[in-house]
Structures are given as C-alpha cells and as structure tokens.
C-alpha cells in the first residue's frame, strides 16, 4: 500500500481573483491534510502584476514539501489552490522522461512575454518546459520534454500561447476535436500516452470541467466535461504503476454555492485513496 500524503496550498496570487484563498479551508473541512502552505503575503511587492517573489517562493517551499514526501517514497497529492503551484509540485518529482498529463481548458504554457493577463496561473506548463521568468525556470533542475507532454480537454487558448505550443512540439486534444472523435477516441488517446510513460504526474484543473455543472473554478470556460467523461478516465490513469503524483487545482468555493465542485474534488480524491491503496 502507498502512503498518500496530502498538502494544501493557499494561493491566489497566480491568478489574482478573488476566492480561491478560501480553497484550502474549505477542503480540510474534509480531507485531513499533512502538510499547508501558504504564500508569504510579506514577499508581494507593490506594482508587480506577477507577484513574482511571492510566488516563487511559495513554490520553493512546495517544492522541498513534496520532495520529502516524494523521497520517503509516499505519493504526494496537493490540493489547491491555482496552477501556479504545479511549478513546485512538477520541479519537485520530475525525472528523465517523465510525462505529465494535464488537464485543462487552457494551455497554461504562457510566458512573462506571450502573456496579456501575466498572470503566472497560466504560466507553470510552459515554466516546467524550462521557459519563462528566469526566476520561475530556476527552480525546474530536469525540464519536461514536450514529448512528453499531453493536454486534454482545451478550449481557451491565446494566439501566442498557441504558437509557443506548436514551436515547441506540445500537443493538445481540444475540446473540439474530442467531441467531434467521441470520448471513446480521447480515452484512447490519453491511455496510448500514459501506458508509455515511465513517470507520470497528473494534473487536474477543475476548469476542465463544464462551468454549468461545476462553477466552482477562477476562470470558467463553457463547453468542458461531464464528471462520467473524465472519473472513468482519471481511474484508469490511477490504476498504472507508473504515476507518482497529482495535484488538484484552481478550486473556488466562493463560486461553489451548491458544492457541486467541492464534492467532485472528494470524489476524485476518495478514488486516488482506493487506487493507492492496492498498490
Ligand atoms: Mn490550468
């Protein structure tokens, strides 16, 4: 059996919008977690749009959280929280070839230059690649391949962001082309990529999900999945001996009045429990 060791993260600051600050509270009402970090709110500089020094240090701490986690041999799940912190969980167990699986409706692969927002939330995919702020790629010691990454579940990404994507060889299931090819195709798909990988690091946006159904989210885009869409899929992945790590992000209660998100969050958290379990 594998211990699962489970770290919330307090941060807003990768997207500033308002919420999402609440998202740990709201969870451990919940799920016992080992570990909680939160952003140093003495390290934000004032006219900085990215909270850069906050922000990196928070995923310097998360880092070093779950590599201890990760060396004990336990596999951390984080909660969060917005993606701004899969710089710290990813930098923390990657090794040579390992695949990640990202789940999204948007790219997250934006730079401090291609970025409008310059919002760091929708920057991690692209930092962990070894592109970005300086600041950002110093904490990434083995870059991800874009061979080795898969995106799923796309429906909102910027021109530039798209560009980036395509010059650097990372692919994509948009929403589009999965409801045109069926689910089937995409289960398919997403199972081809992850039963080659050696490692494998999931990454979960709740915004992948369709907002009417589960609103719960910093930036909602219409058009994502229905839980029987995605669950069946996230347990197949669960099951493979290869995935190591997972985090769970951009949860946002104040946006969650029937906690349709809050329980699909305990849903998938309760079949990464009965997975590890076996294993
Ligand atoms: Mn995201």
Redesign the pocket.
Known sequence: MKTIHKIGVVLKEGCDIEGGQFAIDALQKHIVMDDVIRLDETRIKEQDPLYLDAVVDLNAKLKTSVRKAFEQGDFPLIFGGD?ALAIGTISAVAQENHAILWI???G?CNTEVSSDSKRI??M?LAVVQGHGHPLLTQLVDTPIEAKNILLVGIRSLDDAEEALMKEWGVRWLSMEEIRSQGIEWMHQEVMRFVNQAEHLHV?F?C?SMDPMHYPGVNTPVRGGFVSEEILPLLEAVLSLDTIRSMDI??YNPTRDPNRDTLNLILNITQRVETQLRRK
Do not use: F
């Open positions: 993606h999204d409706a948007h997250d939330h929708g991690p990454s946006d915004d992000v951009e």
